[in-house]
């Protein structure tokens, strides 16, 4: 297949397939299915790092590679949708679980469950939903914070006499810091300041031991418990909860069937299908309760060791790669728990005091003759550089054993520990040789890297990984190089004003042609965006413009037919070309014109040119205020613009791609109080009606007129 050649066979995406899960799901999807992958990375560097790991990703398996970033999500899934036919999409890890919820989501996949996955994924979020939804599960004290303002107000409730504090995204047991009421202000604050780039949740501190559940999601929502685990944590390096050791929860005691049924009514309540989940709980005199959970497999090789441990016949990553891809009934699960109550099992992770490289590494081979020894899960070696350890992903090695009973393995793990050992005794030739070695490790990496931006040159639309020659790889930098400094010499150009109006009469005429856009998109503004919608997060129409801008006929359609790309110049001038046509048709002060708004219709802008509207309007948006004093919003099938009040609601999508142009109006200091030049503006028109005390702050309009002029320096009372 050529490099950005359609394919009518349906495929599947995964996102950074460089993952212990991501070759076996790549297999047995296209084994069950007779599907090939689509791969994206969202790190070049990784990507160049591990590849060399993973050959099949090389393979006839892959129908095609891309680089994406995070951001650029829209865009890709509109590119995909117009090549392939996209029957799943599967999250290999943590990281990859919202962006397949969002990408399944835009590709239109039966597995999308975006509502829920977000839910899930957004800790605060989920305790809320379930003390709210389903107040029977015991769930503990959780609230957002990021000031210690705001913990010292939270620390005066006696469900914070201990507390924790965490990312609310996080995962790996990263970042988690433990308080009591002891605790100084000056300790938090430092804490915060550190964690300041992440959006932070306070929990009520539990009690007890702390256990996982491991299970899989059918398409009925039904729970199927397979495994549980008991984590052994110690303090260590600053952290209060460390991995030390893991043991496997016997099925056979009550205390398995009490995790199991707690697991079942928190997995149930999340609304979650067709996914396999992890979930983490302590348990102390009250009974369980919920630390957080993922709805993935479980890390560090635990998917496949629970496969092992039912006897070898159950292979969770083929039950997940099922239900990833089809709503079917997987059949009978080949669970034995005879089996799995035959042996102890037992993870022994290490521990490092501090970052250094390992010079020289004794005991590999006796703890692998151990009689217990099962497998490595992370294994050591000579010139790797270790981490000091602060959370399961920085633990120098991790490792299984599996025994008779649990206290054989306690003296087995004992054991290990005193058997490996790196850097005794190392002499410095060795040192400074293994140091050369991991140099040029890394120039190489960084040799690659360069190389391969030259040679995969990125291009302005979402396109397949291709190694080109030097000379054309060379030919393609110049062009890009020569088209990112038009764009830019364009911009300064257009922003000056320069330029005519449009053909209003035509661009009309048009949109009310039978086949034109003007029908659709005043259906869509009377029956969506004038009216209230239970996602928006607050009472009221989507838009309180909108209606009387349809009633006082105001509101009006021009269609664009000459732009079918994504030409920012030309939607540019188009754009502002409109916008010089709009006030000289609806001056502001003319009676009724206050509720005026165009909407620019570009009915043959499709697939990944329609994000360009949205570059459009980060380009415009604080020039059609600062010049114009005209509000803009860019709207179209695939928009991911979320409601204020709503951030996980996409409330701008319309049927048509269209850019939507008003006149400023007083309500808009919700849009542009961080906007320092675009509330320059808006205080320059509206801060004598704020000083005369004719606007309400019902809605918080005047406070965030306040804090907008302390912010940029400007007087809150002009007359």
């Not at 030049?677 to 004598?688: E, L, Q």
């Not at 019902?698 to 002009?718: D, I, M, N, Q, W």
Request: hydrophobic share 40%; charged share 25%; net charge positive.
């Amino acid at each position: 297949m050529g490099p950005d050649a359609p394919t009518d066979a349906p495929c599947f995406l995964i996102q950074d397939p460089c993952h212990e899960y991501a070759g076996r799901l790549i297999e047995r999807i296209h084994q069950r299915f007779g599907l090939r992958a689509i791969c994206f990375y969202t790190s070049r560097r990784e990507r160049l790092r591990r590849a060399g790991e993973f050959p099949l990703l090389d393979s006839d398996l892959i129908a095609a590679s891309y680089e994406v970033a995070r951001s650029d999500l829209v865009r890709f899934a509109a590119h995909l949708r117009e090549r392939y036919r996209i029957a799943a999409v599967v999250p290999a890890n943590e990281p990859a679980v919202l962006p397949a919820a969002e990408l399944g989501e835009l590709l239109g996949v039966s597995w999308a469950q975006p509502l829920e996955m977000r839910r899930v994924c957004d800790k605060l979020a989920f305790k809320r939903y379930l003390r709210e939804q389903h107040s029977h599960i015991r769930i503990n004290a959780s609230r957002s914070v990021q000031s210690v303002r705001d913990v010292r107000l939270a620390r005066g409730e006696p469900a914070y006499r201990r507390f924790v504090i965490k990312p609310n995204s996080g995962f790996g047991n990263r970042a988690v810091g433990l308080f009591d009421a002891d605790t100084p202000e000056e300790v938090i604050r430092e804490f915060l300041y550190r964690m300041r780039a992440a959006p932070l949740v306070m929990e009520e501190y539990i009690e007890g031991d702390e256990y996982f559940v491991n299970g899989q999601l059918d398409a009925q929502g039904n729970v199927l418990t397979l495994a549980a685990f008991k984590y052994l944590r110690q303090p260590a390096n600053e952290r209060h909860n460390l991995d030390f050791e893991t043991l496997l929860v016997p099925q056979r005691e009550p205390l398995f069937a009490e995790l199991a049924r707690y697991a079942g009514e928190v997995m149930r309540a999340s609304g979650l299908t067709r996914t396999p989940f992890h979930l983490e709980l302590k348990l102390d005199a009250r009974g369980p309760c919920l630390i957080e959970v993922g709805a993935r497999l479980a890390g560090h090789g635990n998917a496949l060791l629970c496969g092992e441990l039912h006897g070898g016949r159950l292979d969770l990553i083929d039950l997940a790669a099922h239900y990833y891809v089809s709503a079917a009934d997987y059949g009978p699960v080949p669970l034995d728990w005879r089996s799995y109550d035959s042996a102890a099992v037992r993870y022994v992770h290490g521990l490092a005091s501090r970052r250094e490289r390992i010079y020289a590494l004794e005991g590999l081979e006796a703890v692998a003759a151990l009689g217990s020894f099962y497998r490595w899960v992370k294994k050591p070696a000579v010139g790797e550089m270790l981490e000091r350890t602060a959370d399961s992903l920085t633990m120098p090695y991790s490792l299984l054993l599996r025994g008779p009973d649990q206290a054989t393995l306690t003296a087995d793990a004992l054991r290990v520990r005193e058997l490996l050992r790196w850097n005794t005794g190392v002499h410095w030739p060795r040192r400074a040789l293994i140091e050369a070695r991991a140099f040029l490790g890394r120039v190489r990496l960084a040799a690659a890297e360069r190389l391969s931006s030259f040679r995969e040159p990125r291009s302005r639309n979402p396109a397949p990984l291709e190694r080109v020659g030097l000379a054309r790889a060379a030919w393609r930098h110049a062009r890009r190089f020569a088209t990112k400094v038009h764009d830019a010499l364009s911009l300064r150009w257009q922003r000056l004003g320069m330029g005519g109006v449009l053909d209003a009469e035509a661009a009309a005429a048009r949109g009310r042609a039978p086949d034109g856009s003007a029908a659709a998109v005043r259906r869509w503004a009377s029956e969506y965006i004038a009216r209230p919608h239970p996602s928006l997060g607050r009472s009221g129409a989507i838009c309180p413009f909108m209606q009387p801008s349809l009633e006082l006929e105001r509101f009006h359609t021009w269609q664009i037919d000459s732009i079918d790309r994504a030409d920012l110049p030309r939607l540019r001038r188009v754009t502002l070309q409109a916008a010089r046509t709009f006030l000289a048709r609806y001056p502001r002060e003319a009676p009724k014109n206050g509720f005026a708004s165009i909407a620019l219709t570009f009915p043959r802008l499709g697939g990944e040119h329609l994000v360009a509207l949205d570059v459009l309007h980060e380009q415009l948006k604080t020039h059609l205020v600062a010049r114009y004093d005209l509000m803009s919003t860019p709207c179209h099938p695939f928009s991911r613009k979320p409601s204020v009040s709503n951030p996980d609601f996409p409330v701008f999508r319309s049927p048509v791609p269209l850019f939507v142009l008003r006149h400023l109006d007083v309500r808009d200091i919700r849009f542009l109080y961080t906007n320092e030049r675009g509330f320059r503006r808006y205080h320059a028109r509206y801060a004598s009606e704020y000083a005369r005390g004719e606007v309400s702050d019902e809605f918080g309009y005047v406070r965030r007129f306040e804090e907008a002029c302390t912010r940029f320096g400007l007087a809150a009372r002009v007359r």
